[in-house]
């Protein structure tokens, strides 16, 4: 049985346990930071060999407090971060009664969350890094899993003794950046992707917070903002691919003609089709750079797929008729907006160009798909999209009379 000690001083507030078990002698002191988050957790276990470790048992899950308790559900997990590797998570949906998750490496911090907030245990001198960490959960419904347990290992020093920080509050992104140890990362995003949408993450949230910081402005104006000045940056991208798509289509009737008189002879095929690319100021990629545009901003929008779930930043914020940027849009404005914009690109798109059914067809169901994948989604991934295709309208619409005064042109060759 522990005794207490509590010593609360203007620097320094914390609480001492003691305990004598089994011929051995147990510390355990808790230091508080003045900001009420971080917790220093420094132990002593004297009478036991250097062998021993210590066992840590989390929090069984946080509780839902979000108005969407299910979404708030499916983002309960547990990550753990090797030292030398990325950041597991391991939702508690996932976790089996009978085969439990097991993380072996080294490990600098292990977390409980729930989608805005989290218990993370970080390893600090001069105590050692944990050994391990097993994640199971109990004989649940699997359809209710709001709870599920964790034991982390921590080896003890030569001298007994057992560290670790304990942070206890909101996922704030600048925050758990200044705490270091790639905390940030406690929501991986992208899953095989996250090579490639990490690192887009990362900068998304540092641009929409230092543009939030610079101008003093609601945060749907930041993103307002965002997505026009990407849309600006990617104009010479997708201008040029607009035209190398042009230039294509002025030359398929000459491809298709080579391909149907050389389709026997492939040598001689590509020596044509290389000869017609030169004579029109093209290359054999071309198709694929008209392409390249269109993959560009796809990292971006799965970034703010992703940051959008987990950003507590946006969490409350209203803005116009949206009561919360993070919750979806309760009128479905902005979803009809967004489709209704995807649309009117398509149109323009086609009004100029060569008869084309399929792309006719995709016209109509694309934008239907969109609004039922996106009108769940938050408001702000909703409206940054919608700010996107909206922007993108005035340059279609260029495309589009260029492509019209091209077409009465007669294709030389």
């Known amino acids: 049985r522990f005794s207490v000690d509590s010593t609360v001083t203007h620097t320094n507030p914390g609480i001492v346990f003691t305990a004598d078990a089994q011929g051995a002698h147990v510390t355990i002191a808790y230091a508080f930071n003045s900001d009420g988050y971080m917790a220093n957790v420094r132990g002593m276990v004297k009478g036991v060999d250097s062998t021993s470790i210590v066992l840590i048992t989390m929090h069984k899950g946080l509780p839902f407090v979000e108005a969407d308790s299910v979404d708030d559900y499916r983002s309960l997990a547990y990550v753990a971060k090797p030292l ?72 003890l020093t030569q001298g007994g003794e057992f560290s670790f920080d304990m942070y206890t509050g909101p996922q704030e992104w600048r925050r758990l950046h200044q705490m270091g140890n790639n905390l940030e990362h406690v929501n991986p995003y992208g899953s095989f992707l996250r090579p490639v949408v990490q690192p887009f993450a990362t900068i998304v949230m540092q641009v929409v917070l230092w543009i939030h910081d610079r101008l003093k402005i609601n945060y749907g104006w930041v993103l307002i903002i965002f997505g026009i000045t990407i849309r600006i940056l990617l104009w010479p991208l997708n201008q040029g691919a607009m035209r190398n798509s042009l230039k294509l289509q002025r030359i398929q009737p000459q491809l298709q003609e080579i391909q149907k008189k050389y389709k026997s002879n492939p040598e001689k095929l590509q020596a044509e089709m290389g000869k017609l690319y030169r004579d029109h100021g093209m290359s054999p990629l071309t198709p694929l750079a008209g392409c390249l545009p269109m993959l560009i901003p796809m990292p971006v929008l799965f970034a703010l797929y992703f940051v959008f779930q987990n950003t507590i930043e946006f969490r409350g914020v ?7 940027l993070s919750q979806r849009d309760p009128l479905f404005i902005l979803p009809a907006v967004m489709g209704i914009s995807m649309y009117v690109l398509s149109w323009i798109s086609l009004r100029s160009g060569p008869p084309n059914p399929q792309a006719k067809t995709m016209a109509y169901i ?13 408001a702000g991934l909703n409206l940054y999209y919608a ?6 309208l005035p340059q279609q619409w260029l495309i589009a009379r260029e492509r019209a005064k091209l077409a009465v042109t007669p294709t030389g060759g």
């Open 318 to 324: 209203s803005f116009l008729w949206l009561p919360d």
């Open 366 to 378: 694309f934008p239907v798909m969109m609004v039922v994948f996106f009108w769940r989604l938050a």
């Open 84 to 155: 030398h590797d990325d950041a597991e998570s391991f939702p508690f949906a996932k976790l089996d009664s009978l085969a439990p998750k097991v993380e072996r490496d080294s490990l600098s911090w292990v977390a409980s969350k729930n989608k805005y907030f989290l218990v993370a245990l970080i390893s600090t001198k001069p105590g050692k890094p944990f050994g391990a960490a097993v994640f199971t959960r109990g004989a649940h419904d699997p359809q209710a899993v709001a709870s599920a347990d964790a034991l982390i290992l921590q080896p």
């Open 387 to 392: 700010v996107q295709n909206l922007a993108t």
